[in-house]
């Protein structure tokens, strides 16, 4: 027996939460024993949906999360609603509908077993998976009477009464991953690990330079070498995050693929992207930042004038470099076409977008294509695009009925990336005689794709300080790129912050002000008004959002400055001869947070980050507290692999870096000894923090550097500066 129920959203309710999150409702079955299998809707790439979301769900239904089984939903959003994993949106849109599927299904069970009993419902209560009408001291198990239930119509949205948020006896507790055991014990649980009966395996070998096309290759030895079943050109196309043109190999085993792929000789037309270059990019930045912006974003008030009569001038040159994702497990996918129909099993963090580009690819429609969503070994936004998908659909289209593999190499994950843009700021500012910030310029010299900004290389009108100072101009200049980039833990944020947070406190070191106080000084200044809602640039990062919540709040953002202030004794410690504190904070994803940072630094340049100190202000509600530290965490020590190493360049269209010998995370012994988070609670709705932890971090150590050394860093990585970790 089991209960499905259905929940058609009243127009209210749609009005208020994204649209259709659910239809047939396949989000819980009940078994006669009282065991609860709650569907997990959205992808898991290690953010912790797979045990967060089904906890919402087991909450309002009122049973212990010891009988909660955990299955993954299949790919399917008119069931599921939206199946994304990405801008830590999973708690943000789930959160109301997902209390509301697990209150529904209760007061289902409720209503049943009143029935049952001829009382009213109103009498009856539950616990731990049961139904219990005091007056008679009688009871029953969900199992029991979850089959009468299922016969029972939903009730309406608008009649869903939800948990007074003092009765969760789950959300708030912290709960392992449901899949944290296999891990740890290598059961073959990612997407790299599956296998079907009768499975081959592919690599695709694509032209260096995207775009760049197969002009011929040496097909016939590659098939002749053993274990290859297979070796042929895919044409391709020409968008970047579409299938593009390459060699595949075929083989029993990967590794015959792999050893054939390494006798591949392929002949490329690279196109014009080959004449692109990283030192070509930072020659044509210094040439144009000096220079008028092609663009003026954003100007309020005359920052000419009031730079002018500034008592102090402070200007400076940033940059950072573009980043790869680099996560653990590669790029791959597995796929069996047969009888015009695709079966793909993919670690998609877009799998409804992987999905309709396999039908695009193969001129299918997406109602014959099953997709199995599949454990991802990291993501970071590099799943975001299912450049992957679209060539094991090709492949195994050619093998036309038998099952195929494909994997990338390390090499070729990071060299066919859709890179963090990097970026170049030129800015100028004016100190007023009180130490306030009197002007404000920026010109932003960053990449164009087509007609528009390169994905993920734009800058929000409304990034802070925007809006706080009011002489302000922000001014951006785009240089042609043929690289695809994409979006990466907390894209955009992660270099703009360190920039900002950076550039803030050479303002305050000019100023001779605490670097702390200049910063909630600055925030407590009255906010320039916001443009009407529709206007470009409204709303959160990248603008146009009317959303409330994406405005940022400078009472939310003093609270959690202060808040790092006090937990890190900030000020109140005398530090020793080449060591500092520095601090960060940065408004994105709807989360805020700040950083302090503690650094020694040698005569060598050696760097030992001892603690890092992490506030955060995400809502009202934190649903699992073990996940969001280790999310905190996570974002702190991935900080520092921005930092200190990670840095991609192109030389003639070509990557340059490969693998993890020239493009090295953080390592265990390189890590803080002691991340600290804490969250305030706060009145308003959950949100996500699979990303705002991260950019406050970086400025809090590129100042900290500062204070214990006196040198700025303006460049990242510091690697390329002449430091190291200790």
Not at 290 to 295: A, E, F, L, M
Not at 297 to 310: I, K, M, N, Q, Y
């Amino acid at each position: 027996m089991l209960l499905a129920l259905y929940l058609k959203p009243s127009e209210s309710a749609a009005q208020a939460q994204p649209p259709a999150l659910w239809s047939p409702n396949a989000f819980v079955r009940i078994m006669p024993d009282g065991t609860v299998y709650i569907t997990a809707k959205n992808p898991e790439v290690g953010q912790g949906p797979k045990t967060h979301l089904p906890m919402i769900i087991a909450d309002e239904l009122d049973v212990d999360w010891s009988v909660v089984r955990i299955e993954q939903a299949d790919v399917n959003p008119a069931v599921y609603g939206p199946q994304s994993a990405g801008g830590s949106t999973a708690t943000p849109n789930n959160w109301t509908p997902l209390r509301q599927v697990g209150a529904a299904a209760r007061m289902m069970l409720v209503s049943a077993a009143a029935s049952t009993w001829s009382v009213p419902e109103a009498e009856c209560t539950t616990s731990s998976g049961r139904v219990q009408h005091r007056a008679s001291n009688r009871s029953v198990g969900y199992g029991e009477i979850a089959a009468r239930a299922a016969a029972l119509p939903p009730p309406a949205v608008s009649d869903i009464e939800l948990k007074d948020p003092k009765e969760y006896r789950i959300i708030g507790k912290p709960t392992p991953g449901v899949e944290n055991a296999a891990i740890v014990t290598g059961k073959p649980i990612f997407s790299i690990d599956f296998t079907l009966p009768g499975m081959l395996y592919a690599v695709f070998e694509k032209c260096p330079v995207y775009g760049g096309k197969v002009v011929s290759a040496n097909l016939d030895e590659i098939g002749a070498m053993p274990g290859v079943r297979h070796a042929f050109v895919v044409e391709g196309g020409t968008v970047l995050t579409g299938l593009l043109g390459g060699v595949a190999i075929v083989a029993d085993s990967w590794w015959q693929a792999k050893t054939a792929r390494e006798k591949l000789k392929v002949t490329w037309n690279e196109g014009a992207t080959s004449a692109q270059s990283s030192a070509g990019f930072a020659r044509q930045a210094a040439e144009l930042g000096p220079q008028t912006p092609q663009t003026w974003v954003r100007t309020d008030g005359d920052v000419e004038r009031a730079l002018s009569g500034a008592a102090k001038v402070v200007e400076a040159a940033y940059s950072y470099p573009f980043l790869s994702h680099a996560p653990l497990e590669p790029q791959n996918a597995s796929a069996r076409f047969a009888n015009g129909k695709l079966e793909l099993w993919t670690p998609s963090q877009t799998p409804a977008n992987g999905l309709q580009l396999a039908a695009t690819t193969l001129g299918i429609t997406p109602a014959d294509i099953t997709m199995h969503q599949l454990r991802g070994g990291g993501g970071f936004g590099r799943r975001l695009t299912n450049d992957y998908v679209a060539e094991v659909s090709w492949i195994a289209k050619e093998l036309n009925g038998t099952p195929v593999k494909l994997l990338w190499t390390r090499e070729q994950d990071v060299q066919h990336d859709f890179y963090r843009p990097g970026g170049f700021h030129f800015l100028k500012a004016g100190i007023d005689a009180s130490g306030r910030i009197a002007g404000w310029r920026n010109h932003f010299v960053t990449y164009g794709a087509g007609q528009g900004v390169a994905a993920s290389a734009d800058m929000s009108a409304m990034e802070f300080p925007a809006r706080f100072v009011q002489h302000y101009a922000y001014g951006r200049s785009l240089m042609p790129l043929g690289f695809p980039t994409g979006a990466m833990r907390a894209p955009g944020s992660n270099g703009i912050a360190f920039v900002m947070q950076s550039f803030l406190d050479e303002l305050a070191v000019a100023a001779g002000r605490d670097p702390i106080e200049f910063r909630l000084d600055l925030l407590s200044n009255t906010p320039i008004p916001l443009p009407p809602p529709a206007a470009p640039g409204a709303g959160g990062r990248g603008g146009g959002a009317p959303n409330p919540a994406s405005i940022f709040n400078a009472e939310r953002m003093s609270s959690v400055l202060r808040a790092v202030r006090d937990r890190s004794g900030w000020a109140k410690t005398t530090m020793p001869r080449g060591s500092g504190m520095g601090v960060g904070f940065h408004f994105s994803h709807l989360g805020y947070f700040a950083s302090v940072a503690h650094v020694s630094v040698d005569a060598a340049k050696k760097v030992r980050v001892h603690r890092i100190w992490t506030v955060g202000d995400i809502g009202s509600q934190i649903i699992n507290p073990s996940n969001a530290v280790n999310q905190a965490q996570g974002c702190a020590i991935e900080a520092l692999s921005h930092l200190m190493n990670w840095e991609v360049t192109f030389a003639n269209g070509h990557a340059v870096e490969s693998n993890f010998d020239r493009y090295q995370p953080t390592r265990m012994n390189q890590a803080p000894p002691e991340i600290d988070v804490h969250f305030l609670t706060t009145q308003y709705s959950p949100t996500g923090l699979g990303e705002p932890a991260l950019p406050p971090v970086l400025g809090a150590v590129c100042n900290a550097i500062h204070a214990a050394t006196g040198t700025r860093v303006r460049s990242l990585p510091l690697a390329k500066q002449g430091f190291s970790w200790a």
